[in-house]
């Protein structure tokens, strides 16, 4: 798939990946070993901000926890893309890890990572195919919904 | 270790693998990259539902987790002689996560997560000792007890 | 960075790693595979027991948190010094994941995984620059107040 195909299918998704974070860290938000790039977790940042704030099922709809875990997964292309150069130089991705932050009786984790792992689908299609687990948090940082890492293979470059 | 031996030593030990997992999902059941291949996240899944259901310590035993936990280490390793074809390829197994669903007072997820990682060394002898976490989740897909994902080396195919 | 950079950077910050893990478990401290080095989950254990235990937010402050995470660090160090020889064969630590044990309200778990995240570069420098996950856990083994593990890309021995 060349860049022009990739760029194509982001237009006419209407996705954009979000600029290079520039905030003050004691972490990197990507890194890449080997053949392998792996992220940070990332939640639903948006414009300077968490744009969902609260635990899905309670105070949050299902509904807004899937499009958490959308604008969390452009916040993970975003990252590799900033490390990478460009999202072409993805092979696959390898893993997409979701938590979700809710009480106890909560059951639907994977519907809510649905919203992530359709994007890597349509974002990067056949290549975006990933092993996943979703998980239940007790709690998350800044009360965000959803947070996500992803494991991507990088192409040869030779 | 040839095939016949895994083979014998899962005949000894009265395991059966899970056949294929056929379920319709965004994502995969497990992926090779490189020497390394990742399952998704498994739970007690058997001949068509999960077999096991609900917090462990409240609603399960730390047996009835163990026995879960078995069994979702069963399926992991179903989905790595999908992706290899026999469980022959596994060099070692690199990393076990288990995931343990849980009220805020458990403390004994390490003993739950010993019944994947004593399956894990029963059928691979020393190919199966590993690296593990085992954590409290305050929820879990279909409030399943246990969820778990492994990490495996694969043999040099050369 | 010499083998000296490294003890005198620890000699200078007064870290003393802790000696081998001796306990009996169906797992391993650690794991080499390929270039990559992975630890177990490790909490704040030192000289025979957990010294800290309970949980973030409501039984410990946030310090004592980040004190529980420094010291998981240095046990997530001492298992891949004992694996590889020497933390001089650490060509960059790739991720850090930090599963702190808290109640639904608790927001600042980044803030606790400072604690092992500072340590990290100070004892590494820039090769200790990491990917990071900082999650909410509702439970942790032995109800320990934080959990660490650590992947390391290790250097090129030829």
Not at 86 to 91: K, N, P, R, T
Not at 147 to 153: G, K, S
Request: proline share 5%.
């Amino acid at each position: 798939m060349s860049s022009v195909d990739t760029a194509d299918r982001r237009h006419r998704l209407g996705v954009d990946l979000p600029p290079p974070d520039e905030r003050e860290s004691l972490f990197t938000t990507a890194v890449l070993t080997g053949s392998l790039a792996v992220t940070s977790g990332f939640g639903p940042y948006w414009d300077g901000r968490h744009i969902f704030i609260g635990k899905v099922g309670s105070e949050l709809t299902i509904e807004q926890g899937q499009d958490a875990a959308w604008i969390s997964a452009l916040n993970c292309l975003g990252a590799l893309r900033d490390l990478l150069g460009s999202l072409d130089a993805i092979e696959r991705i390898v893993r997409l890890t979701g938590w979700v932050n809710a009480g106890p009786e909560f059951t639907k984790q994977p519907a809510v990572i649905d919203g992530a792992s359709s994007l890597l689908l349509e974002v990067l299609g056949e290549r975006g195919q990933h092993t996943r687990a979703a998980l239940g948090m007790a709690s998350l940082p800044f009360n965000i919904p959803v947070e996500l890492e992803v494991i991507a293979e990088v192409r040869n470059q030779s």
